[in-house]
């Protein structure tokens, strides 16, 4: 069913949306709790199908993001859910899964200089790319 006012008011608080934050705007520890078990029920069972949850930049995860994947990725793995969670980020952001069971690693290399220019040429193609940007792809 649709989530009550008060989780809706605690989600809001705890995603920082609705424009002024007010005095109290820290929540307890119990109400973190259950909006962190709200949001891990509905990436689960919010879809008719198999879910794919995609976090990027993941070395900047907080704590409460991290404690969702990790209780989402559990429940998925007792409920029999068809979840998948990436988490992608720099090498220093590996740690993010290591609390959960069955989690994988996987660590790219950086693109050889002749295949960066080959994805920079698809994008833009014959328009001139600063250096900038060229030198940061490498």
């Known amino acids: 069913g649709a989530p009550e006012p008060q989780m809706l008011d605690r989600l809001a608080q ?4 609705g424009g002024t934050p007010r005095r109290d705007s820290t929540l ?5 709790d259950g909006v962190l078990e709200f949001l891990s029920d509905w990436i689960i069972n919010g879809a008719t199908g198999p879910t794919l949850v995609v976090l990027e930049n993941a070395q900047w ?7 969702l994947l990790k209780r989402t990725a559990e429940r998925a793995r007792q409920d029999g859910a068809a979840l998948m969670l990436i988490a992608a980020g720099r090498e220093d952001s590996a740690d993010i899964c290591q609390d959960a ?5 996987l660590t790219l290399t950086p693109l ?3 295949h960066c220019e080959t ?4 994008i833009f193609g014959t328009k001139p ?5 060229r030198k940061n792809t490498h």
């Not at 307890?28 to 973190?32: E, K």
């Not at 994805?119 to 698809?122: D, E, N, S």
């Open 14 to 17: 705890f995603l920082s949306l």
């Open 28 to 32: 307890s520890l119990r109400d973190r």
């Open 61 to 67: 995860a907080d704590d409460s993001t991290r404690e």
């Open 101 to 105: 069971t069955g989690h994988q690693t």
């Open 112 to 114: 050889a200089a002749r």
């Open 119 to 122: 994805l920079l040429q698809g």
């Open 129 to 133: 790319v600063a250096h900038s940007i």
